[in-house]
């Protein structure tokens, strides 16, 4: 076996032992072909043939085989065994991409079939042509009341008339800070904050305020002085399953929040996309105080990314009339096809069948990574479907990125998140967007191998 290896398959020509067998493998390969020793559609031995060439376990070989592919260095098919891709020079490696935060798809045939049956419903209905006009903005009332149908487990006594279906809880982020504020005005959030809500604030001139935030969130006294200072023009939130840090606000930091912000009369922005992922869900602030809070919760974290349908409540009919003007005048409408299969889903139990679904397979990612990761070295919650990685000394985040990214991962950086404050070592990490159990461990365990190295052991490939 070994003499027909040598003479007929490829064979790393040595292997250091400075870093994991797996990745040296993979780094000989991109090496060969870089050195013109491997060519387009040239072959590579079998797995288990070159296992035993090497003295090495199968599943070695296989996870270098794995890594090899993620780089976009080799494919395989059945009947052809693994070889060289044909565009590898080109393109570059095949990247994983772990920036995106979104849920893992329901992989339950149950659920899936009951999606498609009311994607086919939906086309299927009498009134199919009305769903291609325009529409009233906010939603029907049959439409309102399955929102709040919806928000009911989560914010008790809803009231669909004080309640709007808008195109993505991101459309209803960029109305509410251009209601709430103008240009030169303060907005306060933490100071590690969402991505987008920056990019918002940016775009209308708002300057944001970060306020300093622990595991429990927001410090309360940082935002009174603030507001003793000169109250902002309202407090921006993400106070369950925090993205990016993961930080869930607990009961009583949530009211003393609550207590600062109606002394100083400061509205809140309370983004809830994650709030209905955990199993006992925290109390919104918005149920804490109702005159105050403008509640967001969409459906894009909790059945899937495309369904871009949000609910925002808001906390009278006064300022639904006067949202409604600010959100007319910039999304139009939500898409009624869009809002149509949201309530059917709703309606009939399918999207919380998702997001069962969704909760469980996030769950099992979750162990994933307790069980690959270096213990201590991230936070999260056993339902998020992100993680923030805490980078130990002497990584920085931007070596880290860089390096993992030569391993054909990609994640995003702290400075992404940051406002007003250093950034701290960190990097989130998504896990949803991996598609397959088996893709997620291999991608855990490359950032547990790199972590475990010393940035100037590691080389880029």
Known sequence: METLIESTFWVPRSLPGQKPVYLEIADAIAEDIRAGRLHAMDRLPPQRSLATHLGLNFATVARAYTEARHRGLIDSRVGDGTFIRTTTAATGPVLVDMTMNLPPQPDHKAVTDRMRQGLAEVALQGNFNSLLQYQEFGGSLADREAGARWLNPWLPNQQPEQLLVCPGAQSALLCLMS?????????CCEEVTYTGTKAIAAQLGIRLHGLPADDEGIDPDAFEEVCRQAPPKALYLNPTIMNPTTATMP??????????????????????????????????????????????????KCVGAGLRIAYLSLPSPRHVRRITGIFRSMTVMASPLMVSLATRWISNGTAMAALESIRHESDVRQQLARTILPAGTFVTKPQAFHLWLKLPAPWNRAAFA????????????????????????????????VTGLEDVKNTLEVLADVLEQSPTIVSPI
């Open 179 to 187: 209601g709430l504020a103008r240009p030169g005005n303060v907005i």
């Open 251 to 300: 009961l009583d930091r949530r009211k003393a929040v609550v207590a600062i912000a109606r002394h100083y009369d400061v509205p809140i922005i309370e983004d809830d996309a994650y709030g209905m992922l955990p199993l006992i869900a925290p109390t919104p602030l918005a149920a804490l105080a109702p005159e105050l809070t403008y509640y967001i919760s969409g459906l894009a």
């Open 402 to 433: 860089a390096q993992i990214r030569s391993h054909g991962v990609i994640v995003v950086a702290s400075d992404a998140f940051t406002v007003g404050a250093t950034p701290p070592e960190a990097v989130r990490v998504c896990l949803g967007g």
